[in-house]
């Protein structure tokens, strides 16, 4: 989530010149993607307590989410009718983002399952 501070995420296309599409642009996307990217770092250092780090997984999806919508959103909205929109590699990095959030909580909640099953067997 940090790359998309670098990575332009668009562009939008106008006859006589292109703008590309930057994350650090708006002060909305720039706050969601930093609160999503200082929550996962904080939930990977949660590593002691699993059921607080799924939950804290769960929110990093949801603020994930968010952010996806957001950046298609605002790149959508406020062009004129002869721009035409493009998306870079930028745009992919939330969709990437998510999925490696939630093979991160199917594991810890495998974990879990383990820790618990070992347990009961003591």
Sequence with gaps: MV????IPYGAVNLPEASSLLKVSDSVFLSAINGLGALLILIT???YKQRITQIK????????NLILMA????????GKPASASNS????????????????????GIRK???LVRSADRIR
């Design 44 to 46: 990977v250092f949660l």
């Design 70 to 77: 957001s950046l298609f959103f605002i790149s959508s909205s």
């Design 56 to 63: 804290m997984g769960r929110v990093c999806v949801g603020i």
């Design 3 to 6: 790359l998309l501070f670098f």
């Design 111 to 113: 974990d879990e399952d």
């Design 87 to 106: 998306y870079s590699v930028g745009a992919v990095l939330p969709i990437v983002s998510l999925l490696f959030i939630l093979l991160a909580i199917r």
